[in-house]
């Protein structure tokens, strides 16, 4: 989500691109209905123009008379709401001279609004406020009339194109002083078919136009339906977050899953930045005055910043140029054509030129008149895609092989860690993603050559079908001149070609390989974060050390810190140290040790196994378990844990780390950066943006989807919510320690710089704790007494503010009803709520009794009596919005989806790698999964290895029936010991299946 403000992003979007791109826009389509002249391109000294033109200032009044024939009920400066209004409406978009309309307004909205300010400052703000919501009412009846849904009276299932947000910021524009509308206009969903848009309404269009359609190249890209990748470009494009559109939006997205949303958002992301490239490159060479036709259009079509490179190298800056601009400079361009297009009059020894060097002999000729056509062939689109499609029917592979310079500089562990690959082949079609992985870093440590090889079959087909096809001759050729031709296909394939497919399927595959790289570290992130929590435990945690000893910190239920010390049990001292462990876990009654995995881990899980077999803590039946101490000292470190235990030893502070990841994971796994959590697989190889980007929206998802007590939470975990940021998060902490905690959802309109689009996003993920309310409620009655007396006579009132006018409008205060609502402590999103209490007015129940088992009695007799789809249809919403109300209403109060995950495994006993023998039956949890294979703790002190061609969908449990087949973190594994290897500490497991 852009950190801009959204104002300032309209701007940029109505004016700074129709102004910008216009010149570049109208001569991509020209370049695509007929082939004109360089000429047609304008220089960009006249983009400006557009900016300094008066019209619009002396247009507009001009305009009010026919404005006033519309809605004569509206005066002075009304005008661009009535603009607005038939913007509103999804036929009026379609209409072209709207759409000119709409531009004068775009460029009407950068110039200042001074005058316009006065004459509505000489009208009454009543007076100003009542014809607005005129014209609102207006719109909706309108809208009703297209045959869409009023909002007040269906979900909001998806935003209507045009930009909701913008629309508003309009608003803000253009009505000075008066309240913004925090309610977000929807349109209903034809629930089972692709949404239909104008024609003219192209929410899609992009910022550059090329000569390929954005939707089409990414439906083909991620093998989803075009009007699915329609619809979420929409989405993205108004700043809707995943773990948002996953929840509220599932018709529109058609159920994709938050992983497939996101490769969708990271492949739109690459199509966009290649466009952009495209669009600055062109610029830059029509600024040198080098811009061809056949070189703009080879440019539009480039789709990959392999294609751009391989058009626009001859034009970088410093270039000598390629072979066939130097003979394109001796004028040959004339004869290659010749070649193609009238053979018989084409006479080389014409050309010939004594004095001139590159034309002074007839073989010289030859070969510049072969390098042009060289450069032709691997410029033409139809001839690329056809060696593109022939290579993927035919045989290419990649080979690897030792590096002939592997000397001194290379390390000899390096060149034993690829004994694998120093003699490898693969087909580009079977390689795995982990071998181009390796393979890669094999290259880059220059232990490893790497070529792709392309069968000379392929060479063959090419050239047979261009001399037959594409590049023959239109007549009857000589031999000489057919032989020049021959040796420019050869030419051509060798030297431009085969090094562009080469870089072509070297990239895609390197590409492949980072995204499921970076995907499978996101789903083993998300698995790690939704363990289920342990509450209601005092837990001990344990941080394993030989010199400097166990650090040990004992938490509350409530994640207090009770105690914290330090013992010493690898030192010759244990027995003392006994002694000390067990008078604490008496003391604080704490039955549950947390021990983490890191230096002297096995040592210290010996010992309090050992102890716990002897029974030495009787009365006390004390368990424990082993959990990942990634990332722990880090965090120790960090200004977050310094704020958040000012005083303590950095070491003591990890040892509180580990023993909070078991009580909630969650919360305390959110303050680590995401890479240091050590879960997955070549994250030092792969594109470190890419890599935050995808981990930080997981953990976006995960807290999103957990929910979170605005009430209690911390600031850290709040500024991972959806729609909420570091500042906004900080900003909500602010409001509640001054004003107190949160009574409803509504208030989070209140705090600064939460605006309708923020809310949003933010407000079905926010939960109110209601026991919490009602005891704060009871607490403050005489307060709460006049909230309430106030909310009574203006629930539905909006008052402005005039606090705080500065640069910014100040932020409207709406009087809204502070009084618990039982529904914020679901996941029912605000703009549901309508719907869902029509529904609890048809099943007969109230909402005191919400998440109570007779709600659920009640819900499940109306659905059995009716049935999902009719109810849906007689409350005018989707089914998927009907689930989440039926949801949000049966769980209960306390409602964690945790629960459903994996726990942590607490055990009493070890077992010894010396213990194991081929053919053991154990149970394990998953540590880490890896494209290669699935790593297992089975509690021996080293996680064996289950080879990926070992994790059969047979083996999986439905529940695990997945698209990656794939075992995340926290899983419980019943495995069979394969093979152990003592020496080097590996041991090989079979899955037998999950727990």
């Known amino acids: 989500m852009s950190s801009l403000p959204r104002r300032a992003k309209v701007q940029v979007q109505d004016v700074v691109l129709k102004d910008e791109f216009s010149s570049f826009s109208e001569l991509s389509s020209a370049s695509e209905e007929d082939d004109k002249e360089d000429s047609a391109w304008e220089p960009q000294k006249k983009v400006p123009r557009s900016r300094k033109q008066p019209p619009p200032k002396e247009s507009k009044p001009k305009r009010m008379p026919r404005v006033k024939k519309n809605a004569p009920q509206i005066s002075d400066g009304s005008e661009v709401v009535v603009v607005k209004e038939e913007l509103n409406s999804s036929v009026a978009i379609a209409d072209t001279a709207l759409e000119d309309r709409k531009n004068k307004l775009d460029t009407?909205?950068?110039?200042?609004?001074?005058?316009?300010?006065?004459?509505?400052?000489?009208q009454p703000h009543t007076v100003r406020r009542t014809k607005k919501l005129k014209v609102e009412e207006e719109t909706s009846k309108a809208s009703n009339l297209e045959g869409e849904s009023n909002s007040s009276e269906t979900p909001s299932t998806s935003t209507v194109w045009g930009g909701t947000c913008k629309k508003e910021e309009n608003d803000d524009d253009f009505t000075f002083g008066q309240s913004a509308l925090k309610k977000i206009k929807t349109e209903t969903y034809p629930q089972g078919q692709p949404v239909k848009f104008p024609a003219n309404a192209n929410s899609t269009k992009e910022e550059v136009e090329m000569n390929w359609d954005m939707v089409q190249v990414l439906s083909e890209r991620t093998n989803i339906e075009p009007w699915v990748c329609a619809n979420i470009i929409r989405l993205f494009n108004d700043d809707n977050t995943i773990p948002f559109i996953i929840r509220y939006r599932k018709e529109l997205i058609n159920n994709l899953d938050a992983d497939s949303l996101r490769e969708v958002q990271q492949t739109l992301e690459e199509l966009r930045a290649v466009a952009k490239?495209?669009?600055?490159?062109?610029?830059?060479?029509?600024?040198?005055?080098?811009?061809?036709e056949c070189l703009l259009k080879a440019m539009l079509n480039c789709k990959t910043f392999e294609e751009l490179e391989h058009v626009s190298a001859p034009y970088k800056t410093g270039s000598k140029g390629t072979k066939a601009q130097r003979a394109r400079q001796l004028g040959l361009e004339g004869a290659a054509r010749a070649l193609l297009e009238k053979p018989g009059e084409l006479s080389l020894l014409s050309y010939i030129r004594p004095d001139v060097k590159g034309l002074s002999t007839l073989q010289d000729i030859?070969?510049?008149?072969?390098?042009?056509?060289?450069?032709?062939?691997?410029?033409?689109?139809?001839?690329?895609?056809?060696?593109?499609?022939?290579?993927?029917?035919?045989?290419?592979?990649?080979?690897?092989?030792?590096?002939?310079?592997?000397?001194?500089?290379?390390n000899e562990k390096d060149v034993d860690k690829f004994l694998l690959y120093q003699h490898f082949s693969c087909n580009i079609r079977n390689i795995h993603h982990h071998q181009i992985l390796a393979i890669n870093r094999g290259e880059n440590l220059k232990v490893l050559t790497v070529k792709v090889n392309i069968s000379d079959g392929v060479k063959d087909e090419f050239c047979r079908w261009c001399i037959q096809n594409r590049w023959r001759p239109r007549s009857f050729a000589r031999p000489e001149l057919m032989k020049i031709l021959y040796n420019s296909l050869n030419d051509s394939f060798k030297r431009l070609i085969y090094p562009l497919l080469c870089r072509e399927f070297r990239a895609k595959l390197t590409s492949d390989a980072e995204k499921e790289s970076v995907m499978m570290f996101g789903r083993n992130l998300r698995q790690l974060l939704l363990t289920s929590p342990v509450p209601g435990r005092t837990l001990m945690g344990v941080d394993p050390g030989y010199k400097h000893g166990c650090k040990l910190a004992i938490i509350s239920p409530t994640s207090q810190i009770l105690h914290t010390d330090v013992v010493y049990l690898h030192c010759g001292q244990g027995f003392r140290e006994a002694e000390k462990i067990k008078t604490l876990l008496l003391n604080f009654n704490c039955s549950t040790v947390v021990i983490g995995n890191g230096t002297a881990c096995r040592e210290t899980e010996a010992y309090f196994a050992d102890l716990i077999m002897k029974n030495y803590f009787a009365p006390l039946d004390v368990v424990y378990c082993i959990v990942s101490e990634a990332g722990a000292s880090i965090y120790s470190v960090s200004p977050e844990a310094n704020k958040e235990m000012p005083g303590l030893d950095p070491n003591l502070r990890s040892a509180v780390s580990i023993a909070r990841r078991v009580q909630d994971p969650l919360a305390e796994l959110v303050k680590i950066e995401p890479k240091h959590i050590g879960v997955g697989m070549y994250q030092h190889d792969v594109s470190q943006t890419l890599l935050k980007a995808t981990l930080d929206s997981v953990v976006e998802e995960c807290v999103s989807f957990v929910g979170v007590d605005i009430n209690i939470c911390s600031e850290v975990l709040l500024r991972h919510i959806a729609g909420l940021n570091a500042n906004r998060a900080k900003n909500i902490i602010e409001w509640r320690e001054k004003n107190g905690p949160f009574i409803n959802r509504e208030q989070l309109k209140k705090v600064k710089g939460l605006g309708p689009k923020s809310f949003q996003q933010c407000a079905g993920f926010i939960r109110i704790n209601q026991d919490y309310i009602r005891t704060f409620c009871s607490q403050q009655t005489e307060t709460s007494g006049q909230i309430q007396g106030v909310a009574v006579t203006s629930s539905a009132d909006v008052e402005v503010t005039n606090e705080k006018q500065g640069k910014k409008k100040s932020k409207t205060a709406v009087n809204v009803l502070l009084k618990p609502n039982p529904l914020d402590q679901t996941c029912i999103h605000p703009e549901s709520y309508d719907i869902a209490m029509r529904f609890l007015s048809s099943i007969g129940g109230t909402l005191y009794e919400v998440g109570k088992p007779e709600m659920q009695q009640k819900i499940n007799s109306f659905l059995e009596k009716e049935g999902m789809e009719k109810i849906a249809e007689r409350l005018q919403t989707t089914v998927h919005t009907l689930q989440v109300i039926i949801d949000g209403l049966s769980q209960p109060e306390s409602f964690d989806f945790r629960t459903d995950f994996d726990k942590p495994d607490f055990k009493r006993s070890i077992v010894c790698l010396e213990d194991l023998q081929i053919g053991t039956v154990l149970t394990g949890k998953v540590e880490n999964a890896t494209l290669f294979g699935i790593f297992v703790d089975i509690g021996v002190g080293k996680s064996g290895l289950i080879p990926i061609r070992n994790v059969t969908e047979a083996k999986l449990s439905k529940t695990k029936k997945r698209r990656s087949l794939g075992l995340g973190p926290g899983e419980r594994v019943e495995v069979q010991v394969l093979n152990i290897d003592i020496p080097r500490s590996r041991i090989t497991l079979d899955l037998i299946r999950v727990l």
């Open 108 to 122: 009407v909205q950068t110039l200042k609004t001074a005058k316009t300010k006065q004459k509505c400052a000489a």
């Open 366 to 410: 030859e070969i510049g008149v072969q390098h042009i056509l060289a450069d032709m062939i691997a410029k033409d689109k139809d001839t690329l895609d056809f060696i593109r499609n022939l290579c993927q029917k035919r045989h290419v592979c990649i080979q690897s092989s030792l590096a002939k310079v592997s000397s001194k500089k290379v």
């Open 277 to 292: 490239k495209v669009h600055s490159t062109i610029q830059k060479i029509k600024k040198e005055g080098k811009m061809s």
